[in-house]
């Protein structure tokens, strides 16, 4: 399992073992999907995750694309919900937050990274929950609609316009941030730039971007699941695609057990210790991270 993890083939492995590579296979995905019920009741029992990161992540799957949709702590940083979808609509944004309700998750703040489908479906869902946006999705938005968009203007011109879009949430005073909005948009007027789209939009969701510019406690970004994600696409992109359905749940099972009791070079801890420090006495997680001793 360990081997797999950091991306050696099953071939490989295959020969060292002296086995057949379908028979490492069905030995790692096996140990996986036992595993993987009592992690996730583990972390139900433990994290009560009052506010949560909503993010997804782009997989092949028999060469068409699929959403796996992941729900992460935002105390903890560890992954609380998953779920694979095969789009991103509201519908698909609706369903994810029901299976989060009856695994038992009712966050009080949901951090998402802008996509549309999660207005109406939290509203819907959780109805009590705050909505929240992330400011670096929301910085990082601007630059790929500028792209898209004002392909018409010079690029000096996008240059100057983006940073005068990007510079409105730079602040953490609201009065500061709805002066630069209103010259902002005079600005389009006077200059016929053609942004009346964008500021339509930044309108409709400033109440979510709102309380991650003001000091408080609510998180402004959503890093937490982007380093998730991070480490999930060094184990994905050897992988180039999963050949069905059932062998992409069963991956994702493998990897997210593995994710869990791996010791991370920086901190020298695994992300179950988080929440059951004892874990490092567990045969499992000892066999894993120091198999010679």
Partial sequence: MTFYFWNVPLSRIGIWFGMSKSTIWHWVTALSVALWGIVKDMVASQVKSTSVFIDEKWIKIKGRWYDWFVAVDAGTGLPVMDHLLH?????????????????????????????????????????????????????????????????????????????????????????????????????????????????????????????????????????EIERFFKKFQRFYKTRNGFGSIESAKQQLMFFLVMYFFTVEANSGQAPIEKIIPEAKQMPFYQILNDPVR
Avoid at 95 to 111: D, E
Avoid at 198 to 211: A, G, S, V, Y
């Fill in 87 to 223: 789009h991103q609509t509201k519908w698909a944004c609706r369903w994810f937050l029901v299976k989060m309700m009856r695994h038992g998750i009712s966050p009080k703040t949901i951090m998402t990274d802008g996509l549309t489908g999660y207005a109406s479906a939290i509203s819907s869902v959780f109805t009590k929950a705050r909505h929240l946006s992330c400011i670096f999705h929301h910085q990082q938005g601007i630059t790929t609609w500028v792209k898209k968009n004002l392909k018409n203007l010079e690029e000096k011109d996008q240059r100057s316009i983006k940073r005068k879009m990007k510079k409105i949430t730079q602040t953490t005073d609201t009065r500061t941030l709805n002066r630069r909005l209103a010259r902002l948009e005079k600005e389009n007027l006077e200059g016929k730039w053609g942004i009346e789209p964008w500021l339509k939009t930044m309108k409709r969701n400033l109440k979510r971007l709102l309380p991650a510019i003001r000091p408080n406690k609510y998180p402004t970004t959503n890093n």
